[in-house]
């Protein structure tokens, strides 16, 4: 029974079915002009798209869901497989109805139902239909009833509605086909003895019932069905339902850029810096931000907002949307005219709409971007509206004198009593200027040359490749800060000076393969020199340490350490994934067991002290390190092992604040390795 | 308001101790590499008072320097802080001097320049941490000064100067044109945008030789100097520390005590 | 300029007082004129200020020469230099000797560029070159990271003095001394400075960055209460507390107190460091400081490697202690 072959009144179905699907598409049409209008208000955007990531991002990460499977934890968080079970039932469902609504009913292709994929199909989608009503009725209960800390603030109407939606459609779908098959039409009627459980369960409601009585319910049903399908889809463009189209292109376009990487400013050409206004986010910015769904998962995962201070990287681009949203109508009526947009309405960003405080938080650490579905990126955004706040010579004190003495000293470490080569004297390490033909140069970084701490990693390490016969020089004085602060804190100037000083120097000595303790330095000249065309190998030297522990170039004797724990440095795990080498080399000091933290790898909670934060006060709630020692402390570990200048310094301090001295300590990787290959 | 400044190009005086080499032949600091230069820093609170001016009132500012070697990026910097021109006496006659020689050399382009309201300097190079340059250019050139300057406002024809003093500060006023050197007290000095450092590249330094400014040749640089350095050189203490014993707590504070009043620290 | 003949004290006199500074200066001159053999005068300027001269002649002084007059109230570069101008031109003195205060770091430089001679400010050591009678001055250079001796030919040689650098003679009443009074024959047209408003600091003590001596508590501190007790060391010794980093986070002293990379940059003369351990950061901001006095239990610390002195003890023994011994040491 066709419904569009029905008359309502003097109305054909025919006409009715399309001119609501119509209506439906043309406010849906409607909103995704405006919202592509506002989107291409942005600035250009360099290096994005390929043909494979059309195929990868939709195949590999959102039919499969794995964009939110690699979240779900069984004990921690299941929301993610609720999700899974709406998106997949999602899916099934657009191409029921494009099958047997579309075709079927709008074009009249009956025939199609009276095939075996009808039946087969009809059996998916009752199941479909089951576990959408289990997945969105778990997600009402979760967000309205239990209301869990990620999902604080989500309790709006938008959200009630979405899930409303989810949740009934699925029994307008199923009352539709349980009168159908009430009627014994198919898939009743092509001779399958098992008929879909569900609905063929509801239809039972209809036994007895004259077909006349059975045919109303239908029309009732079919048009439930359908008129909720079309809400859903005008819903779409005008809600976080958005995600579901913005979401898969965002990790389309997503740019091409190592993880760990800022993208340049070209400053011959830049007519600013940053991010002033909304106006001058990319078309990929701002698409970033209609792919945000507001999961929380960001939030979650947030050192800054954890420890009590305002930021929340979900907040960020929510209030970054809505200002798109609120200024892009007079945006484009002013781009039309050719008019630069009213200042009332375009707002500075950076302390208006993004408080300074929440800018400043950020530790760059990446959980944010690690951990969003959506390929949401936050910390560029942050950098930029920190860019800008630095064009305005707006920053923390104690940020400005970092960035000078950067730019004078090419060094943060304002008022260091010690010189580049302090820390190898006696050691008989060569700089490259006295014999430039070493196979491996050992970059140094400001941290463990110019910090009291930071220099017993770099006479661990340098140690340990004498010891190991590796043929290295060190830059001594030559070395100057790779630029990682600067560039974190906004100060892309200052960072492009220090990267191509560093990239002229390294170049003038012809170094093709360089090794650092500093994960700060690893990933600023791995992942960003290449850049400004300084392209060389980079190691860390956890990877160093563990190539020479396997080809037994380090001979390490028993260490009784108790048990260990290590810290992922973000810069090395999150932002470069490197995850095994330093386990695999802390599973090589014998007499000691390896103990993990709750949040590890790529859920590592931060330090604190990256973006620059290491040299910026940390007023505002619990020191981000302190929380993490708290971290280790649970752990009964009574060593934590890291592999990073800023996590060793900023844990030394927070272990000190908390009198914690004799519970547990810290040491870098090579520091434990270098006093276990003494003994 | 037509505003001079005067800046020095230094070694850094924050690097640490032992990167400083003294040449005993010829008493005077040797560069290394490891050590930067900078300009002075209260030269840099100089520029810092003029920039608030000319944000406040609006104006001309002329930078002038003085030296040998002088690194561009260095002493450009006022340039991409606001500062609209800058002019150079790089000569090696110029080099060398004392406080007075450098001062004439420097009061002699300032009169080269002709208009100015006020000429700012900074209160001592922290190299030699003379402290004398300022108030020579202002008697050099008969202008009233005012030393020390914590905040700075020009009000029609006068200038009205905050001065740190031992127990606070004086409010000054003199008539311009006039001459102050500023501190520290005057606050944190801005940061070099982006706009004005791209600006500041395209403009070069105006280069003076002493014939440029009529200077003569007796009077500027070492050729002009009142003063000799007889010896340059550091002295020997900080890394050796002396602990100060005793049978207890209370008796190691008392020879502290002793010891400090002894070598007049306190 | 051969006939150029003694040494000049210019005596500063704040509310009717020789300032201490004077009283060294004097010391210093009678050292210097003994060392030649010549005289050694004060000069006194100031508005009210004629009956001082008794007490610089017992602090050592021959002969006083006193400029008093009302426009000379306040100090104003205008009237000062030209005094002073009037003055040397008439004694032409071998040397000329100011403090190194708010007045002598201005008057200085300007008067001696108007004598035509040379002049070396912040001096801490002065001594006289035998062979040609010539002042040998020291001074702090490269913000204390060196020092250099100076020397210049042109008469009179001026230079001004540290406070603390030098030593007071006790006061001798018996002495005696003639007092010249000149007059300051100012045209009030002519000085153009104007005081408008003298404003004293409204801190209860001196001002942190400005203090000669600062005593500074660590972590080691372990609470707000070893603060007051620092805060009575300071007072005693006319200086100001300071605090690392983690005694301000934990609450236990005022953010605006905080010394280092994340806080002030102090560089007093005398920096007692209580409890401190010496880590780079906090050592950032006041590596400047020219003697570091270092108490800690752990004599590993890295600050003793800073320090000039050192005790290694617990703090709570020693502050009260040292403050009962500086006071009694003071008392005489």
């Known amino acids: ?679 | 308001m037509n505003m001079i400044v005067c800046i020095k190009q230094v070694l850094d005086p924050e690097a640490p101790l032992s990167s400083f080499k003294i040449d005993p032949a010829t008493n005077t600091m040797v560069p290394v590499t490891s050590v930067p230069f900078v300009i002075s820093p209260f030269d840099e609170q100089a520029v810092e008072a003029a920039l608030k001016i000319k944000d406040a009132k609006g104006g001309k500012i002329t930078v002038i320097s003085l030296g040998v070697n002088l690194l561009r990026d260095v002493v450009k910097k006022p340039l991409s802080l606001g500062a609209d021109e800058l002019i150079l006496l790089e000569d090696p006659a110029f080099i060398g001097g004392d406080s007075w020689s450098t001062a004439y050399a420097l009061a002699a382009a300032i009169k080269k320049v002709g208009q100015f309201d006020l000429i700012f300097c900074g209160r001592q190079a922290a190299d030699s941490d003379s402290g004398q340059v300022g108030a020579c250019i202002a008697e050099i050139l008969g202008i009233p000064q005012v030393s020390v300057a914590k905040k700075v406002e020009a009000i029609d024809g006068k200038v009205k100067v905050d001065k740190v003093t031992t127990d606070g500060y004086e409010v000054v006023e003199v008539p311009t044109p006039a001459l102050i050197t500023v501190s520290n007290e005057l606050g944190e000095v801005r940061f070099a945008t982006f706009k004005g450092t791209m600006a500041s590249k395209k403009k070069e330094p105006i280069i003076w030789k002493p014939a440029d400014i009529g200077a003569e040749p007796a009077k500027i640089g070492a050729a002009g100097r009142r003063i000799k350095t007889r010896k340059l050189f550091q002295p020997v203490r900080d890394s050796k520390c002396e602990i100060i014993g005793g049978e207890t707590d209370e008796d190691k504070a008392a020879n502290l005590a002793k010891k400090l009043v002894e070598v007049k620290l306190i | ?332």
Not at chain 1, 185 to 197: D, I, R, S
Not at chain 1, 324 to 348: H, S
Request: charged residues 20%; positive net charge.
């Open chain 3, 1 to 332: 300029m051969a006939d150029n003949k003694g040494v000049m004290i210019f005596v500063e006199v704040i509310d009717g007082k020789l300032t201490n500074i004077a009283q060294e200066l004097l010391g210093a001159g009678r050292k210097l004129a003994n060392d030649l053999s010549e005289e050694l005068s004060a000069l006194i300027v100031g508005s009210g200020v004629a009956n001082i001269a008794p007490e610089a002649i017992a602090y050592g002084a021959d002969k006083i020469y006193v400029v008093d007059a009302p426009l000379l109230k306040d100090y104003r570069t205008d009237a000062y230099v030209a005094v002073v101008e009037k003055v040397v031109k008439q004694v032409n003195p071998r040397i000329l000797l100011l403090g190194q205060t708010t007045i002598g770091r201005d008057l200085a430089p300007r008067a001696a560029c108007r004598l035509i001679t040379g002049a070396i400010l912040d001096c801490i050591a002065l001594d006289i070159d035998t062979a040609t009678k010539q002042l040998l001055i020291t001074k702090p250079v490269y913000g204390g990271n060196a020092r250099a001796v100076y020397s210049m030919e042109t008469l009179p040689q001026v230079a001004t003095v540290r406070a603390k650098a030098m030593t007071a003679l006790v006061p001798d009443s018996s002495r005696k001394g003639q007092v010249v009074i000149v007059d300051a024959g100012l045209d009030p047209a002519a000085i153009k400075t104007n005081v408008l408003q003298k404003v004293v600091a409204e801190t209860t003590g001196i001002k942190l960055e400005d203090a000669s001596v600062v005593v500074t508590g660590g972590r080691g501190i372990g609470g707000p209460e070893g603060f007051k007790q620092l805060e009575e060391l300071a007072k005693v010794l006319k200086g100001a507390v300071g605090a690392t980093r983690p005694p301000c986070d934990a609450g236990w002293a005022p953010d605006t107190i905080q010394i280092g990379l994340t806080g002030k940059i102090v560089s007093p003369y005398v920096y007692i460091a209580v409890a401190v351990s010496g880590a780079s950061q906090h050592m950032a901001g006041c590596s400047g400081s020219k003697n570091i006095i270092a108490i800690n239990r752990d004599a590993e610390a890295a600050i003793f490697k800073e320090a000039r002195f050192g005790v290694v003890g617990d703090w709570k023994k020693i502050i009260p202690a040292f403050e009962a011994k500086v006071k009694e040491l003071q008392s005489k």
């Open chain 1, 1 to 679: 029974m066709l419904m569009t072959r029905n008359y309502f009144g003097f109305i054909p179905g025919y006409a009715l079915f399309w001119g609501v699907f119509v209506i439906a598409l043309l406010l849906f049409a409607y909103r995704i002009r405006q919202l592509l209008q506002y989107m291409f208000l942005g600035q250009k955007e360099t290096g994005y798209n390929s043909w494979g990531k059309w195929i990868t991002t939709t195949f590999a990460y959102v039919f499969s869901q794995l964009c939110q499977l690699k979240n779900f934890r069984f004990k921690k968080d299941r929301a993610p497989l609720g999700h899974a079970l709406m998106a997949w039932g999602f899916f099934v469902f657009v191409l029921f109805y494009f099958f047997f609504f579309i075709l079927a009913e709008g074009f009249g292709l009956a025939g199609l139902e009276k095939t075996n994929f009808f039946y087969y199909f009809a059996w998916v989608m009752d199941f479909m239909a089951v576990l959408i009503i289990i997945g969105a009725g778990w997600g009402l209960i979760r967000r309205f009833i239990i209301r869990p800390a990620r999902l604080k603030g989500g309790q709006t109407i938008e959200a009630l509605i979405i899930l409303l939606s989810v949740f009934t459609h699925p029994f307008a779908f199923l009352f539709n086909q349980a009168t159908v098959i009430a009627m014994g039409e198919a898939p009743a009627g092509l001779g399958h003895t098992l008929l879909p459980p569900f609905s063929s369960w509801l239809s039972h409601l209809f036994t007895g019932s004259a077909l006349t009585v059975i045919q109303n319910w239908h029309i009732a049903f079919f048009w439930t069905d359908w008129l909720t399908v079309l809400l859903v889809l005008v819903y779409i463009p005008y809600s976080r339902y958005l995600h579901v189209i913005a979401s898969i292109f965002n990790g389309i376009f997503e740019p091409r850029l190592p993880k760990g990487a800022l993208k340049p400013i070209d400053l011959e050409h830049a007519e600013f810096l940053g991010i002033p206004t909304i106006d001058k986010l990319t078309w990929k910015q701002n698409l970033d931000l209609y792919a945000c769904v507001v999961c929380g998962n960001c939030q979650e995962q947030c050192p800054a907002y954890i420890t009590g201070k305002p930021l929340n990287p979900k907040k960020v681009i929510q209030d970054l949307k809505q200002q798109l949203l609120k200024a892009g109508p007079e945006l484009v009526k002013a781009k039309a005219k050719g008019e630069p947009a009213p200042q009332n309405i375009n707002v500075t960003l950076a302390g208006k709409v993004i408080l300074e405080d929440e800018i400043w938080a950020c530790t760059t650490c990446g959980a944010c971007d690690t951990t969003c579905p959506v390929w949401v990126k936050h910390i560029d955004k942050i950098v930029d509206l920190r860019r800008n706040l630095v064009e305005q010579s707006i920053l923390p004190e104690t940020a400005k004198a970092t960035l000078q003495s950067i730019e004078r000293r090419g060094h943060p470490w304002r008022g260091t009593t010690l010189n580049r080569t302090d820390w190898a004297k006696g050691m008989n390490i060569k700089t490259l200027a006295e014999d430039p033909k070493v196979d491996i140069l050992y970059w140094v970084g400001c941290t463990e040359a110019l910090d009291e701490r930071g220099i017993k990693i770099a006479q661990s390490f340098a140690k340990l490749m004498q010891q190991a016969g590796v043929n290295f020089g060190i830059l001594g004085t030559e070395e100057s800060c790779c630029g990682d602060p600067a560039r974190r804190l906004g100060d892309e100037m200052t960072y492009q000076a220090q990267a191509q000083k560093n990239i002229e120097v390294l170049k003038g000595y012809n170094v093709k393969k360089i090794v650092t303790g500093c994960p700060h330095c690893y990933n600023t000249i791995k992942n960003e020199y290449p850049q400004f065309e300084g392209n060389f190998e980079v190691i860390h030297h956890t990877e160093l340490i563990g190539d020479l522990l396997k080809q037994g170039k380090i001979k390490i004797g028993k260490g009784d350490y108790g048990s260990i724990t290590f810290h992922d440095p973000c810069y090395l795990g999150r932002h470069n994934d490197i995850y095994r080498q330093p386990r695999e080399i802390l599973k090589e000091l014998t007499c000691t067991k390896m103990v993990e933290m709750e949040k590890n790898r790529k859920r590592a909670f931060c330090c604190g002290g990256g973006g620059g934060r290491l040299w910026l006060e940390e007023r505002i709630g619990q020191r981000i390190s302190e929380n993490r020692i708290d971290q280790v402390i649970k752990t009964k570990a009574q060593l934590v092992a890291t592999a990073c200048p800023y996590c060793l310094q900023m844990f030394e301090d927070a272990i000190k604040t908390k009198q914690a001295q004799d519970t547990v300590k810290v040491k870098d990787i090579a520091e434990l390795i270098a006093e276990s290959s003494a003994k």
